[in-house]
């Protein structure tokens, strides 16, 4: 079963992912290579050499998702649950977010979203909390021009946050682009 962005145990899953697509790109440009020096008396100016060195780069996009992955974890069933118990209706969660900008590598335990509302929390690591949430509030702005972000780095205060959420009625359109903004940030 393919895990998506933003659901439990994606980083788990995209670690494994990444992890076998380069150990396989390896493996096949190997493999080719070998092939040709065997077909072509040992010499490596063959278009075998060409093809496998094509394998380098899927196998380096590969190998660049297992690197920003590798320090982070996917949230515990059991917090996931309770988040998820407390959920308003109309609010979709996200976990397992690792997001990357031109300067920082972002993770965030849980993302909230809906009723002009994304409500985000930090996951462990030393991060910049105003760094996040701006970077985040600029692009959800430039998407849903009427929804609040609030990022937080407290468990308890994300639940606080959320219980307090009202329900709202949003413009399908722009809650749908905001959720899709979202996920594409994903790694």
Partial sequence: MKVQRGEFGYIKARKRKALIGALLMALLGITVFVAGLLLNKMSNRNIFTVIAILFVLPGAKYLVALIVTFPYHSVEKERFDEVKKVLPEKMELYTDLV??????????????????????????????????????????????SGYKVKIVDSEKTFLGEIAKVEPREMEEE???HV??????LIV
């Fill in 99 to 144: 997001i990357t900008s031109p300067e920082k590598v972002m993770h965030l335990d849980f993302i909230a979203v809906g009723n002009g509302q994304v409500i985000g929390l930090l996951g462990d690591g030393k991060q910049e909390l105003s760094y996040v949430r701006k970077y985040l509030t600029g692009g959800v702005q430039n998407w849903g």
């Fill in 174 to 176: 722009e809650e749908s």
């Fill in 179 to 184: 959720k899709s903004y979202l996920l594409s």
